[in-house]
């Protein structure tokens, strides 16, 4: 069953650089798949129209069923409440505790506070912090919250998990543990795309592997790896 | 339930967020306040100016003297064309014999003298106007008519009166719109200011999906905090400044002519206009910052 379906999707910047160009993807409902490319190859622009912090220029870009493409910018918050964001820059609020953190998404949904509790808890134990709810973002390792960030994302449990670089900032054993929640998270039936420089993830997690270039797809392989894209 | 605990959710972060900037609040708050105290001038000096002229109004006739020896039926011919005239609102005949006995009234030598003679004086009709800026143009129409000998009014005083007041009050207008300009801007700072401390903030609520209005909602009451807490002392001052005016001149300003309006219809109408105004000010600025900083 699709869950996401770009067709023939353009994405030209006002500057006149076209960072996607005819781009035709499908990804199934619970999919682990990973985007790969270097700097400026089109891969962030990618990720961001899934979550409509971009607007394709062409082309349609459905994401559960909503073509986001033609959503309007008030129904935005439709489709974001399916979506789990994960970033390279963590971007917790310092002067909230890590309960907190997760829980603020909640709270501006309107939630109560007797459903916003176990599910921040449920979460948090997911990502392995449920003994530190009670600690600040800069009393954590990078690792940790990068995990707060990945219980932020869940929470509210999304059926999409977008991660952008989530192991950019981490050290090759951190990025591992990492990987574990987020594979954990997918084999829960949640669908994650990840958007990655890392040539040692791709390789060892052997799942499938879309390679873009100029933004163009160049290469799409279940269970690919970095070396089948280099030797393209 | 779940409206309720967004808005107290969001009630409580504007607070915050008035706390946390607080020197930026407190120079949009006074401001506000400068610009509603001027307003609360022009408010009060409209609504004094209003009774007076109304008042002017009231009091303001057109003694109409007729000609020496004018027959009867040709005073009630010309009564017949004032009332046709379109400043013309109702009249008074007043006879030779009437003025004679008013001014026998007002000293004993009057009386005396008046007795001796023949009586020198003009019958007459007290015409009365419907609005006060039509009373030169109404008495210069009378004063054509046959068999009129003067029309006469308070020509040059009332004149002044009546421009300067407008004058005063125009200047006021200018004055305080550009006023409200420039805190409806400083305001719209403040909350641009606000937006840009809460960036991480606005950027997780949007990614969680919440809605526009939600992530909008807290700057716009922010913006309506500082427009209501910037016209508390314009109220105060109104209040308190006014109703010591009133009492200091016993109800008068510098002459017997101009009467003050009660302090009791004054102070309610003013601190309400204030109020509203500056909560519409307060709200508008940050909406105008909302528009323009905060990307959804």
Redesign the interface.
């Known amino acids: 069953m699709k869950f996401i379906e770009i067709n023939n999707c353009y994405k030209i910047y006002k500057n006149g650089q076209t960072a996607i160009a005819d781009l035709n993807l499908e990804i199934k409902k619970g999919e682990f798949v990973f985007i790969i490319g270097a700097t400026a190859s089109g891969k962030s622009t990618l990720i961001k129209m899934l979550?409509r912090e971009e607007k394709p220029t062409k082309g349609e870009v459905i994401v559960g069923g909503i073509n986001v493409a033609k959503l309007r910018?008030?129904k935005?918050?439709?489709?974001?409440?399916?979506?789990g964001?994960v970033f390279q820059d963590f971007?917790l609020?310092p002067k909230l505790t890590v309960y907190e953190n997760v829980a603020?998404?909640?709270?501006?949904?309107?939630?109560?506070n007797d459903e916003i509790k176990p599910k921040v808890l449920k979460a948090l134990e997911k990502v392995g912090l449920k003994e530190k709810f009670r600690s600040f973002p800069n009393q954590l390792s990078g690792g940790e919250q990068q995990r707060v960030c990945i219980a932020?994302a869940i929470v509210?449990e999304p059926k999409l998990l977008i991660c952008d670089e989530p192991t950019g900032n981490l050290d090759p054993d951190t990025s591992k543990e990492i990987m574990k929640v987020i594979d954990s998270i997918n084999k829960d039936g949640t669908t994650v795309v990840m958007a990655t420089h890392d040539k040692d993830i791709v390789n060892r997690m052997k799942k499938r592997v879309i390679a873009i270039e100029n933004g163009v797809k160049i290469n799409d392989s279940l269970k690919g790896s970095y070396k089948v894209h280099e030797s393209h | 339930m779940?409206?309720i605990?967004?808005l107290r959710?969001n009630i409580s972060s504007a607070f915050k967020s008035v706390v946390r900037n607080f020197s930026l609040s407190i120079a949009s708050i006074a401001c506000t306040a400068i610009t509603l105290i001027l307003v609360a001038l022009a408010v009060v000096l409209t609504i004094n100016v209003n009774n007076f002229t109304k008042e002017l109004e009231s009091e303001l006739t057109i003694v109409t003297y007729f000609e020496e020896g004018t027959s009867k039926e040709d005073i009630d011919a010309t009564i017949k064309r004032i009332e046709s005239l379109a400043g013309y609102e109702s009249h008074e005949f007043k006879s030779k014999e009437d003025w004679k006995m008013d001014m026998q009234a007002t000293s004993s030598e009057l009386n005396t003298a008046l007795s001796y003679i023949e009586n020198p004086l003009l019958d007459s009709v007290v015409v009365k106007v419907s609005d006060v800026t039509k009373l030169s143009s109404t008495a210069k129409e009378i004063q054509k008519l046959e068999h009129v000998s003067d029309a006469k009014y308070g020509e040059g005083m009332v004149d002044q009166v009546i421009t300067i007041f407008k004058v005063v009050q125009n200047a006021t207008v200018v004055i305080v719109i550009a006023l409200i300009l420039v805190t409806a801007f400083l305001i719209s700072n403040t909350i641009k200011l606000t937006i840009f401390s809460r960036r991480?903030?606005i950027?997780?609520?949007?990614?969680?999906?919440?809605?526009?209005t939600?992530?909008r909602l807290p700057f716009i009451f922010e913006g309506f905090i500082l427009g209501v807490l910037g016209s508390i002392i314009p109220i105060i001052i109104t209040v308190y400044g006014y109703i010591l005016l009133y009492d200091h001149f016993k109800g008068y300003l510098f002459t017997n002519i101009i009467k003050l309006v009660n302090p009791a219809n004054v102070v309610v109408v003013v601190s309400i206009v204030i109020l509203i105004l500056g909560s519409i000010v307060g709200m508008f600025g940050s909406y105008r910052a909302v528009r323009k900083y905060l990307k959804?």
Do not use: P, Q
């Open positions: 979550y910018n008030s935005v918050y439709k489709l974001r409440r399916r979506i964001v971007k609020l603020f998404g909640l709270e501006s949904l309107g939630l109560k932020r509210n | 779940k409206a605990r967004i959710r991480n903030e950027e997780i609520m949007r990614l969680v999906g919440t809605s526009n939600v992530i959804i």
